[in-house]
């Protein structure tokens, strides 16, 4: 007669067994889920499940997978610390278009060595020749035209020249409107979820006796608090609304206080950092070059996010300037969660104007947008 071998087992739903119920070795079984434990000890017991159809996954002891799945187009992220999770895709990977030269140019346009043709918007795109960074603004190359690349000096066979662009991004701007009726204090203007550590918003506010009034928001978040930084007002008579942001959930919002009754709201918003470029700078040393352009450029706009594992997010906007001499340069619309994450200044470097960058945190990295005026 056949020996039947029998678990210690549950058929409650979801129960586990505890240390106490185990032996070193021993294994149960909850028969409900058809999922088996066992108890380890590496020097501290612990009950392990070793079912096919795990309530948890864990691998390695060191990354762990989310337990319910994520909505259509969202991806898996890290918090660098092992555990994944669902989140919106904060951009696309940058277009990389790669041309190995055959025979002496200075030009480069159409299909690159991958067939891809090359498209790109000015101020946004970043240069290499054999993997060094070269000056835009007619230093190193102009950017003829938004389909072609002017090299100052002749590359030569054998040189491979790199164009990266900021890819298409799934940040694209999200609209929407609301008629608030009321004057009730913090109404939800909009909401995202938290993995989307920091967003920018453009608000119009319309009354028909009040006027109008337009601001520039930007709300971070690390979690568990959310923070806002709101410039550029301007209206018509007297403020139309008051703004305030909270965390409820999983989500980030944006909330509003018109100042009268029927009051239309329309509002865009992108997820930040928006198309750009990112670098992680693995030390505080101060003066750091966060951007290099030819000093012919006398206005460049940037966009730039830091993000730090531990220490949060910082959002701020910096214009730059210069007189061939000297670089100037204004810094606003600063938001950050906890404190800031770097200190920023600008010089003149032969024919470069630069933005430099004094990270406050090793491993921090910063996109950056640039638009040159």
């Known amino acids: 007669m056949a020996t039947v071998i029998t678990f210690k087992k549950s058929s409650t739903q979801n129960?586990?067994?505890?240390?106490?119920?185990?032996?070193?070795?021993?294994?149960?079984?909850?028969?409900?889920?058809g999922r088996f434990y066992t108890e380890k000890n590496d020097g501290s017991a612990a009950v392990v499940e070793v079912g096919s159809v795990p309530a948890s996954l864990t691998i390695n002891d060191a990354i762990t997978f989310p337990t319910s799945d994520g909505t259509s187009g969202q991806v898996l992220q890290t918090d660098g610390s092992g555990t994944l999770s669902f989140a919106d895709s904060s951009s696309s990977s940058d277009n990389v278009f790669t041309y190995t030269v055959t025979s002496n140019q200075t030009i480069f346009s159409g299909n690159d060595d991958d067939g891809q043709t090359l498209s790109y918007s000015i101020g946004e795109e970043q240069v290499f020749l054999n993997g060094v960074l070269l000056v835009d603004g007619g230093a190193d190359y102009?950017?003829?035209?938004?389909?072609?690349?002017?090299?100052?000096?002749?590359?030569?066979?054998?040189?491979?020249?790199?164009?990266?662009?900021?890819?298409?991004?799934?940040?694209?701007?999200?609209?929407?409107?609301?008629?608030?009726?009321?004057?009730d204090s913090d109404q939800v203007l909009l909401s995202v979820p938290v993995a989307n550590k920091?967003?920018?918003?453009?608000?119009?506010?319309?009354?028909?006796?009040?006027?109008?009034?337009?601001?520039?928001?930007?709300?971070?978040?690390?979690?568990?608090?959310?923070?806002?930084?709101q410039f550029a007002d301007t209206y018509t008579g007297s403020s139309l609304f008051s703004l305030a942001t909270d965390i409820s959930g999983s989500d980030m919002r944006l909330l509003i206080t018109p100042s009268n009754t029927n009051t239309s709201v329309s509002s865009s918003y992108i997820k930040l950092p928006a198309a750009g470029n990112s670098t992680t700078f693995s030390a505080t040393t101060a003066d750091q070059v966060l951007s290099s352009v030819s000093t012919g450029t006398k206005g460049i706009k940037y966009e730039l996010v830091a993000t730090h594992a531990s220490a949060g997010s910082h959002y701020a906007e910096v214009a730059l300037t210069n007189d061939g001499s000297n670089a100037y340069f204004t810094q606003f619309g600063d938001v950050f969660t906890n404190a800031s994450l770097f200190t920023l200044d600008a010089d003149v470097s032969g024919?470069?104007?630069?933005?430099?960058?004094?990270?406050?945190?090793?491993?921090?990295?910063v996109s950056v947008k640039k638009t040159t005026l």
């Open 142 to 183: 102009a950017s003829t035209n938004t389909s072609t690349i002017t090299l100052q000096a002749n590359a030569v066979s054998g040189d491979v020249v790199v164009i990266r662009t900021p890819g298409s991004a799934s940040t694209s701007a999200s609209t929407g409107s609301s008629d608030l009726t009321t004057t």
């Open 198 to 229: 920091a967003i920018k918003v453009n608000l119009v506010a319309t009354h028909s006796t009040a006027g109008a009034h337009f601001a520039e928001v930007v709300v971070v978040n690390d979690g568990s608090n959310s923070y806002i930084s």
């Open 15 to 33: 129960a586990t067994p505890g240390v106490s119920d185990l032996v070193l070795g021993e294994l149960a079984v909850n028969t409900y889920h």
């Open 351 to 365: 024919s470069s104007q630069r933005l430099l960058i004094t990270p406050a945190n090793t491993n921090t990295t």
